[in-house]
């Protein structure tokens, strides 16, 4: 795989951290591809931003930019110098003038997507069951533990401010579609990767897989990496 000068950075979601890419970093560093996770505070969507471009700054050359779940709204409004490739990971893609909130809300969730509120201090936290009934049904036992005892919470600031003009409408994107993801449904994730005119690819996997199902992850990311090459 041609890898030369090309970065990969990663952007976890909500209810996660950098931990939550560590199999797909493994499987990329054996390529010898040069990726990195961004730290994401998750406390406004400005911020987010903010953080992903001072990790976008600590890189070289061209990137890839993959993110996770409500870091699709993230990686679309990064600094663009750059980035030629965004990789959407069962991701939400708000368009510009619309809030995260939107197109996670756009059609009724999962019966057994968690209930979400934010508490006193206006931060949604993931209920710990829903690690195992709707986040990552098919972790395991203590993949499930971890990512519960890391999980970080997302502010409402994050969601119920309006997007600006994403990337994917200037840069080329793929989509990973999960069939099984109980989080964000699949038919949102496909209504969102059609719109964007995504490379799309489909797969029986829950809302997190760059933990329960990494090689499917680290394949569409290869296959952005490899696009590079032959532009």
Same mark, same amino acid.
């Given at each position: 795989?041609?890898?030369?000068?090309?970065?990969?950075?990663?952007?976890?979601?909500?209810?996660?951290?950098?931990?939550?890419?560590?199999?797909?970093?493994?499987?990329?560093?054996?390529?010898?591809?040069?990726?990195?996770?961004?730290?994401?505070?998750?406390?406004?969507?400005?911020?987010?931003?903010?953080?992903?471009?001072?990790?976008?700054?600590?890189?070289?050359?061209?990137?890839?930019?993959?993110?996770?779940?409500?870091?699709?709204?993230?990686?679309?409004?990064?600094?663009?110098?750059?980035?030629?490739?965004?990789?959407?990971?069962?991701?939400?893609?708000?368009?510009?003038?619309?809030?995260?909130?939107?197109?996670?809300?756009?059609?009724?969730?999962? $019966?057994?997507?968690?209930?979400?509120?934010?508490?006193?201090?206006?931060?949604?936290?993931? $209920?710990?069951?829903?690690?195992?009934?709707?986040?990552?049904?098919?972790?395991?036992?203590?993949?499930?533990?971890?990512?519960?005892?890391?999980?970080?919470?997302?502010?409402?600031?994050?969601?119920?401010? $309006?997007?600006?003009? $994403?990337?994917?409408?200037?840069?080329?994107?793929?989509?990973?579609?999960?069939?099984?993801?109980?989080?964000?449904?699949?038919?949102?994730?496909?209504?969102?990767?059609?719109?964007?005119?995504?490379?799309?690819?489909?797969?029986?996997?829950?809302?997190?897989?760059?933990?329960?199902?990494?090689?499917?992850?680290?394949?569409?990311?290869?296959?952005?990496?490899?696009?590079?090459?032959?532009?």
């Amino acid at each position: 795989m041609p890898t030369k000068d090309v970065s990969v950075v990663l952007a976890h979601g909500a209810w996660a951290d950098g931990s939550s890419w560590a199999a797909v970093i493994a499987a990329l560093k054996k390529e010898s591809v040069e990726v990195a996770a961004a730290p994401l505070p998750l406390t406004s969507l400005a911020d987010d931003v903010a953080a992903l471009n001072r990790s976008l700054d600590r890189t070289d050359g061209p990137i890839v930019l993959a993110g996770h779940a409500y870091a699709g709204a993230v990686i679309a409004l990064a600094r663009p110098e750059r980035v030629r490739a965004l990789v959407y990971v069962t991701a939400l893609a708000p368009d510009e003038g619309e809030k995260v909130a939107d197109v996670f809300y756009r059609l009724e969730l999962h $019966p057994q997507a968690p209930k979400l509120a934010p508490d006193g201090n206006g931060l949604i936290w993931l $209920p710990e069951g829903a690690f195992a009934t709707a986040f990552a049904q098919n972790a395991s036992t203590d993949q499930r533990a971890v990512l519960a005892a890391v999980q970080r919470p997302i502010s409402l600031n994050c969601i119920t401010v $309006p997007a600006g003009r $994403p990337l994917w409408k200037d840069v080329p994107s793929w989509f990973l579609i999960a069939e099984d993801d109980r989080m964000i449904v699949p038919e949102t994730q496909r209504y969102m990767a059609e719109r964007m005119k995504a490379e799309t690819k489909t797969h029986a996997v829950d809302h997190i897989p760059s933990v329960t199902a990494p090689s499917v992850v680290v394949e569409i990311i290869r296959d952005a990496i490899c696009s590079l090459a032959r532009n």
